[in-house]
């Protein structure tokens, strides 16, 4: 049993509760027995007594959008659109093999870890002929660190002799992506509540697949019971090649091919028009809202109050780490808030707003809302304990103000089902040097050797 105490606490209940001083106990279950104002009551057997002075305890944040494999590509393409960043990247992605997705992603967990992050999701869409075994690469590294890992089986078919952005030489036929996604739903998805691995099926977007491989992906998701991912309305650029080819928007092509629905939520979301919005809200599509990335390539910037006033499931991700480079958790909250003012004023988004999207938005976009994504007996205890005493934040009285508006905050804690995988700041079950020498590594064989 673990109990906390002496600390701030903010729960994301549904009433949005809080506590000044308050206290979260967790049973050997690895879920939340008690939380609330003042100390814990008795507890008996074998206890860890954590004082939490100085410190807010929320939510473990949850990350909806991510390409891990990116931590091997950060820093190329700095000044591109999506379309002229992808294409001067997929090459390089060509060369993907497992030991650079494992380091890569071993990389890119450990520091959504140090970020805040307990539960993220990775879109990995990339599968060279001779690259090994990669989705089971990113699992091994999401054990190493200790998150809560809902991976997909991504894909693309389109490639450019069809009239698709990638290249040809990496994209895969159609049935056989169909059929490694079926393999990889079977090898891996775990569909107890308290799980920490899930599968969901995930075709690239409109621009790399054929709209074959997504009306079957889809099929095939309902089948096995498990959830639907891809990248729709990030840029201009896809609104219009939606429009050459498909004849219509990014979100009426998807509700074409099936793919609206509470089973599914989408990465970015930027270009909605009225009618769209609404329509993800009425079929209870989520959406993935990645406002770092959206700005660092020059996007757009998504129409967020708008979503949230629609009743869309709203999360956070920080997107692959080569159109993100600081790939923080935490500091999307921040971000969040910014991007929705920057866009409606000062009443868009307030920081309570923003934590939610990041731990109960994403819970809701992972259908994982049962049992994560705010701290309530039962749940499991996904949560982070952000020291907010330091030079960068004391004096702000606003625990969660602090958090959201303030520098990174530190983490202090971080616990998955009640097991640390962060304790004062340094990852628990890993240790950054090592991840850093191996993503090193990774980067250098896949891009300085070849130079
Ligand atoms: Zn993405």
């Keep these: 049993m673990i109990l906390i105490e002496n600390v701030a606490v903010a729960t994301v209940d549904p009433a949005g509760t809080e506590h000044g001083d308050g206290h979260v106990v967790i049973g050997d279950d690895g879920r939340i027995i008690a939380v609330g104002s003042g100390h814990a009551g008795r507890y008996h057997g074998s206890l860890r007594r954590i004082d939490g002075t100085g410190c807010l305890v929320t939510p473990g944040l949850i990350n909806t959008h991510h390409h891990l494999y990116q931590w091997a590509t950060r820093g190329l393409a700095l000044n591109e659109t999506l379309f002229g960043w992808l294409t001067t990247l997929y090459p390089i992605w060509g060369r993907l093999d497992a030991e650079i997705v494992g380091a890569s992603a071993a990389a890119g967990l450990g520091w959504l870890a140090l970020s805040g992050c307990t539960t993220s999701t990775d879109h990995h869409y990339v599968f060279p002929r001779d690259g090994g075994d990669v989705l089971a690469a990113e699992i091994e590294a999401a054990q190493r660190i200790g998150l809560r890992f809902h991976p997909t089986r991504g894909s693309m078919d389109l490639g450019q002799k069809d009239g698709g952005l990638p290249p040809d030489n990496i994209v895969e036929d159609t049935d056989e992506a169909l059929a490694a996604t079926e393999a990889a739903i079977d090898r891996w998805h775990d569909p107890s509540p308290a799980a ?196 960068g934040h004391e004096g702000i009285d606003d625990k969660v103000a602090a958090l959201v508006l303030g520098p990174a905050a530190p983490v202090e804690l971080a616990l998955v089902g009640g097991r640390p995988v962060v304790e004062r700041g340094e990852l628990s079950r890993a240790d950054a040097e090592s991840l850093t020498r191996e993503a090193r590594r990774a980067h250098r064989r896949l891009i300085k050797d070849r130079r």
């Design 196 to 391: 920490m691995l899930q599968i969901a099926v995930a075709p690239c977007s409109p621009f790399s697949v054929t709209s074959k491989l997504m009306s079957e992906a889809a099929v095939l998701a309902r089948r096995k019971g498990v959830r639907l991912h891809t990248h729709l309305a990030e840029t201009d650029d896809e609104e219009d090649f939606c429009r050459e080819r498909f004849g219509c928007t990014p979100v009426e092509y998807a509700e074409r091919l099936g793919w609206l629905g509470e089973d599914v939520w989408l990465a970015h979301g930027v270009h909605l028009d009225d009618a769209a919005i609404a329509e993800l809200g009425r079929t209870g599509t989520g959406v993935a809202h990645c406002p770092s990335s959206n700005a660092r390539l020059g996007a757009g910037s998504a129409r967020v109050r708008e979503l949230l006033d629609h009743a869309v499931p709203v999360g956070l991700g920080v997107d692959g780490a080569a159109s993100q480079e600081a790939s923080h958790l935490g500091g999307e909250l921040r971000q969040a808030l910014y991007t929705a003012r920057l866009r409606g004023g000062p009443h868009a988004m307030d920081a309570r707003e923003a934590l939610r999207l990041g731990t109960m938005g994403g819970a809701r976009c992972l259908g994982r809302q049962r049992d994560i994504g705010s701290l309530e007996v039962g749940k499991l205890a996904d949560l982070v304990m952000w020291r907010l005493d330091g030079l």
